[in-house]
């Protein structure tokens, strides 16, 4: 099997980017540089292991759960099924909450998953007081194994948390909570590629109509905010107008900002 070949099933299985992942597995299964890969794409590439990766993406499995690492504010973090896979949109959100952060703040990462924001802004904000919640235990678990992989381990806390209820009062106040919760509505998610469909379903839609968990996050967080406090959540393109509202209703003041798309995707909103 060559790079070539791989491209060509990959692109007939309707892969996007067919020739970028097949590149990826070549090199991360045979430990070519992709260099040396791209210089002869008609190279025999003796691999089982590549044989049955190519098979996996063939399926539409994810190429970062094949891979099981995935890169995110320049950082390396493992993924699996338990958890999201970092997004480049996720990105927005991390330098947005890591630049409303005072000097020595205090930041929450709400609904955490891989916990991929918690650890960059504990990674690019050393002086911050990280904490990080999710849910569910496995997820919490992979946020754990991200934390200790980023050697910020002993200064992220993490803890169970449904966001869908008042945080508790023993947790003092935050300069900032991050949030990236499920937004998807219901009906979008039935339309999305095929990709998707590995990923744990209750990470990406709320069931309804993808702003019920942003609703909780405002309701349930803003009364741990300090006094200049700021939520930031990501959301869906067309949903600016909506959480603006839900931030309002809230008592906070809400501005959005766009992606590297031109698209709004993260809203942050500030104690009046």
Not at 18 to 34: E, H, N, P, V
Not at 181 to 205: G, H, N, Q, V
Request: with cysteine; charged share 30%.
């Amino acid at each position: 099997m060559t790079l070539r070949e791989i491209t060509d099933r990959l692109r007939a299985a309707g892969v996007p980017d067919a020739g970028f992942d097949g590149l990826i597995l070549a090199s991360f299964f045979t430990g070519r540089s992709r260099a040396s890969l791209m210089a002869d794409r008609d190279a025999d590439l003796i691999s089982p292991e590549l044989q049955l990766a190519v098979a996996r993406r063939e399926r539409r499995e994810p190429l970062q759960y094949i891979v099981g690492e995935w890169e995110f504010m320049g950082l390396p973090f493992e993924v699996g099924p338990a958890c999201l896979i970092p997004r480049q949109d996720t990105e927005l959100l991390c330098r947005v909450a890591i630049d409303l952060l005072p000097a020595g703040g205090r930041m929450l990462d709400m609904c955490t998953g891989s916990g991929c924001v918690a650890v960059a802004a504990a990674v690019l904000r050393p002086d911050a007081r990280v904490s990080a919640a999710d849910k569910y235990r496995d997820a919490l678990d992979a946020a754990k194994l991200n934390c200790e992989k980023n050697s910020v381990a002993d200064r992220v806390e993490l803890f169970v948390h449904d966001v869908t209820e008042p945080l508790p009062a023993d947790l003092g106040l935050f300069d900032v909570i991050a949030s990236n919760p499920p937004y998807i509505p219901a009906d979008e998610f039935k339309k999305l590629e095929p990709e998707l469909s590995f990923e744990p379903r209750f990470a990406l839609t709320d069931g309804g109509d993808g702003l019920s968990l942003i609703k909780a996050v405002f309701e349930n967080c803003s009364p741990a905010l300090t006094e200049n406090g700021s939520i930031a959540v990501e959301h869906g393109a067309d949903q600016g107008e909506a959480v603006r509202r839900i931030a309002l209703e809230a008592g906070l003041v809400p501005r959005t900002l766009r992606d590297l798309e031109g698209r709004e995707r993260v809203t942050a909103a500030a104690k009046k």
